[in-house]
């Protein structure tokens, strides 16, 4: 049953990211295509497209996440927010 369920939620994953997708053309050097393959089958990645999909997506959030990190006034926030969570204390965050 959970197997069913995942499969359905991947078809659904797939069908509604292929309707709005563009294909991009990749070359990669064999010896890291058959490194990918080998990790790939290690972590039960079907296709290299979903693999390589999901490692952009990681380097977008980390990216993301580094330009947090800078913004000191974003930075400033977020732990007064926090401090006042731990307090009890609940405000509106402002981004």
């Given at each position: ?38 990790v ?14 999901e ?41």
């Amino acid at each position: 049953m959970l197997k069913l369920i995942f499969v359905c939620i991947k078809f659904k994953y797939y069908f509604v990211l292929l309707s709005s997708m563009e294909s991009v053309s990749l070359k990669i050097e064999e010896n890291f295509l058959n490194a990918i393959e080998k990790v790939m089958k290690k972590h039960n990645y079907m296709t290299k497209t979903e693999f390589i999909r999901e490692a952009i997506r990681d380097e977008i959030r980390k990216l993301e996440e580094k330009e947090i990190l800078e913004d000191k006034d974003l930075m400033a926030q977020i732990k007064a927010s926090e401090r006042n969570r731990k307090k009890g204390k609940y405000e509106e965050f402002k981004y």
